[in-house]
């Protein structure tokens, strides 16, 4: 399976990292040795000094698809999930300047945190999910889908482009604004409609 992620797909977040409005979807991916499951905790890398959490919808792809029409894009997926995108931001930062990919600083082990998943249709409207992450009790990030600059089914016709989407895939579907710095000893907690689907701790 591989796991596909979108960037810049809030415009608020784009705004607080600087980085302009994109026209058409921002993509990169991780492998998926990046998975952190099950709740597991997260051990803080030693190449960075300032990783980040971003708080993302993450749809899992229920079918095969290769260049899917956008007005077919929703039967590709049933399911969503929370994911934590961690970014070592102090490695992306150098990258962005030299004009490198992004990898060491998105694709590292651990990199994605995943948990349960959801059918779409125990959901409220699926253009207008609300999630939120805590740390130690306290909101740091909240989102709403409605906000995202390309929806779902935006995301999946124009990935599948030029990828084939495979059953099992992932896509993080991009963070809203108030990402941040954890640390050692951080609780995470993240929930979508209300319902808790990630809770871990950074070791
Ligand atoms: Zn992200």
Same mark, same amino acid.
């Given at each position: 399976m591989k796991i596909i992620c979108i960037g810049r797909n809030y415009s608020e977040h784009a705004r607080e990292?600087?980085?302009?409005?994109?026209?058409?979807?921002?993509?990169?991916?991780?492998?998926?040795?990046?998975?952190?499951?099950?709740?597991?905790?997260?051990?803080?890398?030693?190449?960075? /000094?300032?990783?980040?959490?971003?708080?993302?919808?993450?749809?899992?792809?229920s079918r095969l698809g290769k260049s899917i029409q956008r007005q077919f894009a929703s039967r590709y997926y049933q399911t969503v999930g929370l994911g934590i995108d961690f970014t070592a931001r102090?490695?992306?930062?150098?990258?962005?300047?030299?004009?490198?990919?992004?990898e060491i600083a998105k694709a590292f082990d651990q990199s994605a945190v995943i948990n349960i998943f959801v059918p779409l249709d125990t959901l409220p409207d699926r253009n207008a999910l609300n999630f939120q992450l805590e740390i130690n009790d306290k909101t740091v990030q909240k989102g709403n889908t409605k906000d995202m600059i390309f929806s779902f089914d935006e995301i999946i016709a124009y990935v599948s482009t030029f990828i084939t989407l495979k059953t099992g895939d992932l896509i993080?579907?991009?963070t809203p604004a108030g990402v941040g710095p954890v640390k050692q000893g951080?609780?995470?907690?993240? /929930?979508?409609?209300?319902?808790?689907?990630?809770?871990?701790?950074?070791?």
């Open positions: 990292l600087n980085n302009p409005l994109p026209k058409k979807p921002v993509f990169f991916m991780k492998p998926d040795s990046a998975l952190l499951l099950r709740n597991k905790p997260f051990f803080y890398p030693d190449f960075s /000094s300032e990783v980040h959490y971003e708080t993302e919808v993450v749809l899992k792809i102090d490695l992306q930062d150098e990258c962005k300047k030299a004009g490198h990919p992004w993080f579907t991009g951080d609780h995470l907690v993240a /929930s979508l409609e209300g319902r808790v689907m990630l809770d871990f701790h950074i070791r």
